[in-house]
């Protein structure tokens, strides 16, 4: 089992494992997180089905578009983190979607009134103006989000307790949404339950989902591992709470 196996060699193979794509099967037997009750690849299959022009925000390596059934006939990606693009470009290959290069925080490059479909999964943020321009009217966002404290317990053990930040907040998104035009059609949300069996998942997991503990590296964050270990090895596990809402909103026709 990987959490009898020492310490130094857990973190070390978690240090040297590659972070690019958004693909989470390393994790099996190590750590597991239960999913939305709504089941996001499924919908989304559906919004795409219907749609002629679509655009993925922030694909990350593009795993879940490229699972959909039934692709929109002209569909665009974007991406801005370097080692994400070229896994994107590759996975989506096969269902005809261009990837773009483009800032999390924007803008978007496209003219407005492009897309009759504009997705995001897991946004680092919402850049609601940005959606409402590019989408065409009548056209529909939806975007599953991560919401207020995701996995606070575990940002709380790696860097002591730290404030919520209310900005992720359901009731911020659709006040955001509302002020760049759009109608909030729908909202769901859920606490997740995220479960790490070895001190390797956690540090994996850091390196991989970036805003859990901004700036963590293993070495830097060497002392806390070690104390996770610890945990784990006392405990059985270590458990957090990821925090999801899934929104959809339209532009006015």
Known sequence: MTGSRPFTELVGEAAAEPVGGWDFSWFAGRATEERPAWGYSR????????????????????????????????????????????????????????????????????????????????????????????????????????????????TDFMMGPQPVDPGRSPQVAIAEAQQAGLTVTGLREQALRVEFYDVGAVAYFLRKVLWTVPGFTVDGYREQLARMHEHIGAQGSFVSHAQRFLIEARKSA
Do not use: C
């Not at 990606?77 to 483009?102: C, F, I, K």
């Not at 999390?104 to 999964?121: I, K, N, T």
């Not at 590019?134 to 989000?145: E, I």
């Open 43 to 154: 919908l989304l299959g559906e919004q795409m089905a219907s749609a002629k022009v679509a655009l993925d925000v922030q694909t990350g390596g593009g795993e879940v578009l490229a699972a959909v059934p039934r692709p929109a006939p002209v569909l665009v990606a974007t991406e801005s983190w370097p080692p994400n693009l070229a896994v994107a470009r590759q996975n989506l290959r096969a269902v005809g979607a261009a990837v773009v290069q483009a800032g999390d925080e924007g803008p978007l490059p496209f003219q407005p009134d492009s897309f009759d479909l504009v997705v995001s999964r897991h946004p680092t943020v919402a850049i609601w103006p940005e959606i409402a321009r590019v989408l065409r009217p009548g056209g529909r966002y939806f975007s599953q989000q991560v919401g207020a404290g995701s996995n606070r317990e575990l």
